[in-house]
C-alpha cells in the first residue's frame, strides 16, 4: 500500500537522469492523482540552489519532458504547481559534515506534516543517481546521521560495478546500511510495460507453455537496437561498453523472463528466485567460445534516416578507442527445458533503427506434406514487440485463396497495444518509482541476480582483453558488423528483422 508520508531524496537532484525521468515519472502519478498528499521530493546535488532556485528550474523544465499537449491545460497546470510545490533542495558536498546535518535536520523536521495532522515519520526513500562510486559512501554517511531505519529504501542505478568484484564491493558497502529487502536495483527494462507483459503471455495462457521448449523451438533472439549514437555520454560509455551497459542487465533480463519456469505465484521473491536460476544455467564461456560465439562493433560514420553521422570516435572527441557500442553472441541456456536451444542476443548504439524485440522462432513442421511447398514454408515465430511499438506478431503459413492447387503463403496475426488498449502506456520509471514507494521489490534487481550476471559476462570481457582487439567496425545505420550476421548464418539461421 501507498504511505501516507514520504520523503523521496534523490542524490543527482539536478542531473540529466532526474530531470529526464525520475521528475517527469513522479509528475504523471501526481496528474493521476497517485502521489499521497505529503510526499516531499528532495533533490540533492552541489548545485548553488536554494529550495526556490530548484522549484523554477523544475517549473522551467518539466514541459520539456512531458508534453503538456494531450492534456487539459488546467489540470497540467495544477499537477505542476503541486509537483513544484512538493520540492526540496539541498546543496550539498559529500565531504562537508554539516550538510549532512542539514540533510538530517531536513528529514527530521516534518512540519508539513504536522499541518496534515501525521505522524513526524515519513517512509524515506534516498535515490542514488550519482556515480556509483558513491554509492557506498553516502549510505554510509546516512547510517552516520541516522536517517535510516526500517521502512527506509535505497534505491541504485546501474551500472552496478564493472566486473563481479566491484558489483560485491558495492554491494557489500550499501548491504552494511540497508537490508536487501530495503535495496531497490533498477533495471529499468524490468518496468517496460510489454516486458511485464511477457510474464503475462507466457503464464495467463495456455497455448504457448506447451511448446516453449526445445522440443518445439528452434531458437531465440533478443535484439535491443539504438538509432542513438552514444551522445553526450561518451565519457560514461568508454569505460563501459555495449556488453557492460546493456547485456549484463537488460538482455539478460530479457533472456531470464523469456527462459524462466513459471513462479507459483508472483511475489516479491518468486519471480527472482526464477530469473536467478536461469543465469545459473547458462552455459559459462570459455575462451574458445568467446573467440567463436562473440562479436564486438564499434559504429564509424554512416547514415541513420538519411541523416550522415558521426563515427564513435568522432562522438568520443577522441581516436583509438577499443570500446564496443556493438555486441552480438550467442548463448545457451543448460537446463531441461531449453538444452541444445540457442539465444542470440544483440544490441548496438547507431543501428538501422530503435527496435527492442524477442523472437522466438519455432522448428519447422516435421514433414512438408503439400506438395511443391518444400522451402515455401517459413517457420512460425512470435516476435514480442517491446519498443518503440509494443505488440506481439506471430508469422503462421496460410493457404494463399483461388481455384488451383495449394499455394502456401507466410501471414502474420498482429497485436499492437496502441490500437488494442486506448491507455496510456506509462515510462518504466512511472511503475518503478511507485514500486519503490511501496515497497514493492519483485520487479528489481536482487544481488544474487546482479552477481550472477556478472559472473557470466566477466570471462567475455577477460578474453576480449587479453585478445585485445579493436572491434569489428560498421557503418551507422547498419544492423551491424557482417560478423554478427555470420554467427547465425553458421548455424543456418538468419537475425528476423522486423518489417
Ligand atoms: C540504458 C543505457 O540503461 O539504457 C543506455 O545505459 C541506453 O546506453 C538505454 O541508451 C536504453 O534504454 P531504452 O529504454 O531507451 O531502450
Not at 538530517?104 to 562510486?133: N, Q
Not at 514493492?440 to 577477460?462: C, G, K, Q, Y
Request: charged share 25%.
Amino acid at each position: 500500500a501507498l504511505p501516507e508520508h514520504c520523503d523521496f531524496t534523490v542524490f543527482g537532484g539536478t542531473g540529466d537522469l532526474a530531470f529526464r525521468k525520475l521528475l517527469p515519472a513522479l509528475f504523471h502519478r501526481d496528474l493521476e492523482g497517485q502521489l499521497p498528499d505529503d510526499f516531499r521530493i528532495i533533490g540533492v546535488s552541489r548545485s548553488d540552489l536554494d529550495t526556490e532556485g530548484y522549484q523554477q528550474l523544475v517549473r522551467e523544465a518539466l514541459p520539456g519532458h512531458v508534453d503538456p499537449a494531450g492534456h487539459d491545460p488546467a489540470t497540467y497546470d495544477a499537477a505542476l504547481q503541486r509537483l513544484v510545490g512538493r520540492l526540496h533542495h539541498l546543496v550539498l558536498d559529500a565531504e562537508e559534515p554539516d550538510d549532512w546535518h542539514q540533510l538530517h535536520g531536513l528529514l527530521k523536521d516534518r512540519g508539513r506534516t504536522e499541518a496534515v495532522g501525521g505522524p513526524d515519520e515519513a517512509v524515506r526513500v534516498f535515490y542514488l543517481a550519482v556515480a556509483p562510486a558513491l554509492f557506498g559512501p553516502i549510505c554510509a554517511r546516512l547510517d552516520e546521521i541516522g536517517v535510516v531505519d526500517p521502512t527506509a529504501r535505497v534505491v541504485m542505478e546501474k551500472p552496478i560495478g564493472r566486473d563481479l568484484a566491484s558489483a560485491r564491493a558495492v554491494n557489500d558497502a550499501v548491504g552494511a546500511v540497508f537490508e536487501e529487502s530495503q535495496t531497490f536495483r533498477i533495471d529499468h527494462y524490468l518496468g517496460k510495460e510489454s516486458v511485464q507483459n511477457l510474464l503475462v503471455t507466457r503464464f495467463a495462457n495456455t497455448f504457448l507453455e506447451p511448446l516453449w521448449n526445445s522440443r518445439w523451438v528452434d531458437h531465440v533472439q533478443i535484439t535491443v537496437a539504438e538509432s542513438l549514437g552514444v551522445g553526450e555520454r561518451g565519457g560514461y560509455y568508454d569505460g563501459s561498453g555495449a556488453l557492460r551497459d546493456m547485456v549484463q542487465n537488460h538482455l539478460l533480463q530479457l533472456l531470464c523472463l523469456t527462459a524462466m519456469e513459471p513462479p507459483t505465484y508472483v511475489g516479491r521473491e518468486t519471480v527472482r528466485d526464477e530469473k536467478l536460476k536461469v543465469l545459473q544455467a547458462l552455459k559459462p564461456m570459455g575462451p574458445q567460445d568467446v573467440d567463436r560465439d562473440t562479436v564486438r562493433g564499434q559504429y564509424r560514420q554512416g547514415l541513420v534516416d538519411g541523416q550522415a553521422v558521426a563515427a564513435y570516435s568522432d562522438d568520443l572527441g577522441r581516436a583509438g578507442s577499443s570500446t564496443e557500442t556493438f555486441v552480438a553472441l550467442k548463448a545457451e541456456v543448460q537446463n531441461w527445458r531449453w538444452a541444445g536451444v540457442p539465444f542470440y542476443l544483440r544490441t548496438g548504439k547507431r543501428m538501422d533503427r530503435r527496435v527492442s524485440e524477442i523472437v522466438v522462432v519455432f522448428k519447422e513442421p516435421p514433414h512438408a506434406m503439400f506438395p511443391g511447398s518444400e522451402g515455401a514454408t517459413t517457420a512460425n515465430r512470435l516476435h514480442i514487440l517491446v519498443q518503440p511499438d509494443e505488440g506481439m506478431r506471430l508469422h503462421l503459413t496460410a493457404k494463399e485463396p483461388g481455384p488451383g492447387g495449394i499455394r502456401l503463403r507466410p501471414v502474420s496475426l498482429d497485436l499492437s497495444y496502441a490500437t488494442t488498449f486506448t491507455q496510456r502506456s506509462p515510462d518504466a520509471y512511472e511503475r518503478l518509482l511507485m514500486d519503490v514507494v511501496r515497497g514493492n521489490p519483485t520487479h528489481f534487481m536482487r544481488r544474487d541476480e546482479v552477481e550472477a550476471a556478472w559472473s557470466w559476462v566477466e570471462p567475455i570481457l577477460e578474453r576480449w582483453d587479453e585478445l585485445g582487439e579493436r572491434p569489428l567496425r560498421y557503418p551507422a545505420g547498419t544492423t551491424g558488423p557482417t560478423a554478427a550476421a555470420m554467427l547465425l548464418e553458421r548455424d543456418g539461421r538468419a537475425w528476423q528483422e522486423t518489417d
